[in-house]
């Protein structure tokens, strides 16, 4: 009763390379061929769909985290730079000055 199965051979992980024919009913026949409800093409598509468009999305996220990572480095060396070069104390006491003169025009 070949007919009555799916045409799909499968392999079981690291158990054989030769794999065996799938033992399961037959749901649809697709050019022909029959397939069950694992196997058809038309569902293998749409897994294939759904689960590339989940590894897609966890990949942005990972490249936006990435990205801010980045930015946050960045970030980090130039205040780091800003410290070293005593340009900070500076700024410091610029803003400072300011805000003095904000408040003696009161
Ligand atoms: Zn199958």
């Not at 598509?45 to 990572?69: G, S």
């Not at 070293?84 to 610029?94: E, I, T």
Request: aromatic residues 6%; contains cysteine; glycine residues 4%.
């Amino acid at each position: 009763m070949a007919t009555d199965r799916c045409c799909k051979r499968v392999y079981d992980s690291g158990r054989s390379i030769i794999g065996h024919p799938c033992q399961l009913p037959v749901t649809v026949t697709r050019n022909g061929e029959k397939y069950c409800r694992v196997h058809d093409p038309v569902v293998v598509e749409v897994r294939d769909k759904k689960r590339q468009a989940k590894w897609d999305a966890e990949w942005r996220k990972k490249e936006a985290k990435w990205k801010r990572e980045e930015v946050a480095m960045k970030a980090l060396e130039l205040l780091e730079k800003m410290v070293y070069q005593s340009v900070l104390p500076q700024a410091w006491d610029k803003m400072a000055k300011a805000v003095l003169r904000g408040l003696q025009k009161r």
